[in-house]
């Protein structure tokens, strides 16, 4: 027993190791940070920051009090020490951290309600290395809230992993302003695309359930959740964020966060489960609540909550009533709102393939908490039933699935539209 506890221990070694050693590749390439300065030009505010190479930014503004939050690639800061933080003009003050491997956050507190004007990236001149630029304007409380959204939805997302090199291309024009001026405003009760975020389960060292035929869960939940982008996108009602488009791990929270961040509407979460049973089928739709439905929804929400801990992800500090405080946090309003669409969901899966019996249900799941995003989990069958596998693996069946999920997602919508009208 005692060997079987340490070769466990020396695998979860071997992962931190191999990550550690990965991280540190990533350092040595690293771009410096290595001045920061304001400007004032009228109402304008400008915020400059030198590096030593360029880098890839997505930039945001959030109420409450009012910031402006950039996410760049992981730099090095070897500002001078006498820098200050106290930031000018609209600016009050600014900080800087490592948000997650491979991305530094700068949120720059503002005294005001503030648009990015502009934002670029100047290539290195005779006199000056890198620069990044952002402009800001103040405008009204009205204009932020119309406008933050908007911004989040026409940024380009902000992508760690691409090399620099495709970033910096030769094309680059620092007088193209990064950020789209929002779309004009029509009669619609909502402008603009909704933000619909796909959440492929497990990815990377998590493989999830696994089929009796040896099919990963982690590989059909991104190549539905793929289908489904490209269906939502096609109807150019939709902007469809994935949490991860490739075979790469992504923590439960940053999940959560990914979907806060792109300002979502709507949050779906796909998935397989497997079973002892190669009898059992069908799929299924699960909503949060701190009470599960039943003893087998909250053994699955267990099991899809491990994710973390399969890939290492130290969860000692986090205590049972952070589920409890975070469930409580939840305004019911959402989770209603994920209920609904979960039914609309069911009876579009209905039509396009087997469900289990008691196929809307509810428990803890860690990936449907962000407090403001109705969020559902969708099991689309079981990959330890033959005939499910083989579906599951079909691009025509999961085609059949992304349209069932289009149509429930335009009902939901349509839903509310009414709603917000009358
Ligand atoms: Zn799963």
Request: aromatic share 6%; net charge neutral.
């Amino acid at each position: 027993m005692s060997f079987g506890k340490r070769a466990i221990v020396a695998l979860v070694a071997g992962l931190l190791i191999a990550t550690a050693t990965v991280s540190t590749g990533n350092a040595a390439a690293k771009p410096a940070a290595t001045s920061v300065r304001f400007g004032i030009q009228d109402e304008a505010t400008r915020f400059v920051v030198e590096l030593s190479a360029a880098v890839g930014f997505h930039i945001f503004t959030l109420p409450d009090p009012y910031r402006v939050v950039i996410d760049m690639s992981e730099v090095a800061w070897r500002l001078p020490s006498e820098t200050a933080d106290t930031g000018n003009g609209i600016v009050s003050g600014f900080r800087y951290s490592l948000f997650r491997p491979g991305t530094t956050r700068i949120v720059l507190d503002v005294t005001k309600p503030v648009r990015v004007k502009r934002s670029f990236l100047l290539p290195p001149s005779d006199k000056q290395g890198h620069r990044f630029v952002l402009d800001l304007e103040p405008v009204t409380t009205a204009t932020f809230d119309d406008e933050a959204r908007l911004a989040a939805i026409a940024t380009p997302e902000f992508r760690p992993d691409i090399p620099l090199a495709a970033i910096a291309t030769p094309e680059f024009r620092p007088d193209i302003p990064v950020v789209k001026p929002p779309a004009p405003a029509g009669d619609a009760p909502h402008v603009g695309r909704r933000v619909v975020v796909i959440d492929p389960g497990h990815g990377g060292v998590d493989p999830g359930a696994i089929g009796s035929g040896g099919t990963r869960e982690k590989a059909v939940a991104l190549a539905a959740a793929l289908e489904i982008k490209e269906q939502l996108e096609a109807t150019g009602r939709y902007k469809a964020v994935l949490t991860r488009d490739r075979d790469t791990f992504v923590r439960l929270r940053d999940r959560v966060a990914m979907a806060r961040e792109a300002g979502a509407d709507l949050f779906i979460s796909i998935h397989a489960d497997s079973i002892g049973s190669s009898k059992v089928n069908g799929a299924s739709v699960y909503t949060l609540s701190k009470d599960a439905s039943d003893k087998e929804a909250a053994k699955l929400a267990a099991k899809e909550n491990k994710a973390d801990i399969i890939a290492g992800v130290n969860l000692a500090h986090e205590n049972p009533e952070v589920t409890d405080i975070l469930i409580s946090l939840a305004q019911s309003e959402s989770i209603n709102e994920g209920a609904r669409f979960a039914n609309m969901l069911i009876g579009e899966l209905r039509r396009a393939t087997s469900t289990l019996q008691k196929s809307h249900r509810s428990a803890g799941f860690a990936v449907l908490m962000a407090p403001d995003v109705p969020s559902v989990l969708v099991e689309m069958g079981y990959l330890s039933n033959p005939t499910e596998e083989k579906n599951l693996k079909s691009k025509a069946h999961r085609r059949k699935m992304a349209a069932a999920v289009v149509k429930a997602v335009d009902s939901y919508f349509a839903h509310h539209d009414q709603l917000s009208r009358s």
